[in-house]
């Protein structure tokens, strides 16, 4: 093990932010290696926590009972170093280290996708696509959206951009409907039509995929959307709220999908020879994923809900079982035990876990220029626990790291163009807030 000077020096002042240091010296590299970090502490579920019950259900007044974490201070944390060669310059990160200012006001947002003239579509769960200008504030509405079925946790979901928008106007959305008295998500691409004063419409809309089968019930939609640098189009599909489907490779709930940009299946996918359904899956055993974010180096890493208790954070690796309804760290709601996930080695493991519960939705994983130290942290929208979840990587290693407090549910988290990060409250009134450095 190599010990840098960076951590010698952080052991001697001991400074609380001394791994938000970046240092002058470009003889001391950091080595994944040399620099593991440390596990998150793990506090017992309190009594008080049946709120936990709410997380991915209905809104919860109270906030998770976990103290905000502040990772130990220890030279075993990786000190970041950014920039190319030459001297590293000193930062230190403030805290908090943003400033929270609101934008806009939606009703129940649910996700959001930049332009790129700076304009943020907004979905809002009653199945109206909003259009905002982020620099004035102004709201307006795209129009020829599908009807939806809106209640429960379904309605207007995700929104994403084909990678070649500027060229093919292209964007996806996903949705719930419903046939009699059964629902399933569906994702559709469409022509975004641009007007004047943040107006347009949506034409030549295509369903791609929908989620089979379609059951009673309307909660664990998940339908999370991202594509990857190669036009894939990745989904989250939960198992609405049924356990035993997200093992049943029959059809596609509790599975991570993988599809070619027409929602045809890639034939390098790893159950595709199965043919069907199948083809479509990349992995199983999943219950809520309401998150899903690709790393610098091409990772994909996505959340999902636990029940009461054992919330996750997985590397997605292909063709791999995660396990749920088989093992979970948490437990069946009311106290019916689940087997934990180190009873099951052959089953992949989250690589962080939360009890009690953060209830996570949407995520980034920051690649921007305005704030230096975040490079590379993932952010974690929290819904019970109304905390923004910074979440540190090491390799595909990933901790808790800080979690700050919003005050209000977070039901998503995005990037601007400029490096702010952009973040939805849930609900009702839910305000569009962009955070920045401070001062
Ligand atoms: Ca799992
Ligand atoms: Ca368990």
């Not at 400074?15 to 998150?40: F, G, M, N, Q, W």
């Not at 949705?175 to 569906?186: M, P, T």
């Not at 995929?209 to 009673?216: L, R």
């Not at 921007?368 to 929208?381: E, Q």
Request: aromatic share 8%; net charge neutral.
């Amino acid at each position: 093990m190599r010990l840098s000077l960076t951590a010698i020096a952080c052991s001697a002042l001991l400074l609380s932010a001394c791994d938000d240091v970046i240092v002058e010296t470009p003889a001391v590299e950091y080595t994944p290696e040399a620099a593991p970090v440390a596990a998150a502490p793990r506090l017992a579920v309190s009594p008080g926590a049946t709120l936990a019950q709410a997380g991915d259900a209905a809104p919860a007044p109270a906030a998770a009972s976990r103290t905000p974490s502040r990772a130990p201070a220890s030279a075993a944390d990786p000190q970041r170093v950014t920039g190319g060669p030459g001297p590293r310059r000193r930062v230190v990160e403030p805290d908090p280290p943003f400033v929270s200012t609101p934008v806009a006001t939606l009703d129940e947002p649910w996700a959001m996708a930049f332009l790129a003239d700076g304009r943020l579509l907004v979905t809002q769960k009653n199945g109206t696509l909003r259009l905002v200008n982020v620099a004035t504030g102004q709201v307006g509405t795209i129009t020829g959206v599908p009807g939806v079925a809106y209640g429960g946790q379904g309605g207007l979901g995700d929104v994403v951009l084909h990678p070649q928008f500027a060229s093919n106007r292209r964007i996806y959305l996903s949705y719930v409907e419903q046939s009699g008295a059964i629902y399933g998500a569906v994702v559709v691409r469409a022509q975004l039509e641009l007007g004047s004063g943040n107006s347009g419409n949506l034409t030549g809309i295509t369903r791609i995929w929908e989620q089979a089968p379609k059951v009673s019930g309307q909660g664990h939609f998940s339908h999370r959307l991202a594509f990857d640098a190669g036009n894939k189009l990745w989904i989250t599909s939960g198992d609405r709220q049924k356990f035993e489907p997200a093992q049943d490779m029959g059809g596609n709930l509790g599975k991570l999908i993988r599809l070619n940009d027409d929602g045809t299946a890639p034939s390098d996918n790893p159950f595709y020879s199965q043919g069907g359904i199948a083809a479509q899956v990349w992995t199983l055993g999943h219950r809520n994923p309401l998150g899903i974010a690709f790393d610098a180096e091409g990772r994909l890493w996505s959340h999902e809900m636990g029940p009461e208790g054992g919330d996750e954070l997985n590397l997605i690796l292909r063709g791999r079982n995660y396990g749920w309804p088989l093992v979970s760290n948490g437990s069946h709601y009311g106290g019916g035990d689940i087997p934990d996930h180190d009873t099951r080695p052959d089953l992949e493991a989250p690589k962080e876990w939360w009890t009690p519960v953060i209830a996570p939705a949407g995520m980034i994983i920051y690649s921007g220029n305005l704030f230096r130290t975040f490079r590379g942290d993932a952010f974690i929208g929290g819904l019970a626990s109304q905390a923004l979840v910074r979440v540190r990587f090491n390799g595909t290693s990933a901790a808790e790291y800080r979690r700050y407090g919003m005050g209000r549910r977070i039901r998503d988290v995005e990037q601007g163009p400029d490096g702010a990060i952009w973040l939805l409250e849930d609900g009702g009134n839910g305000r569009l807030l962009k955070l920045t450095p401070p001062g």
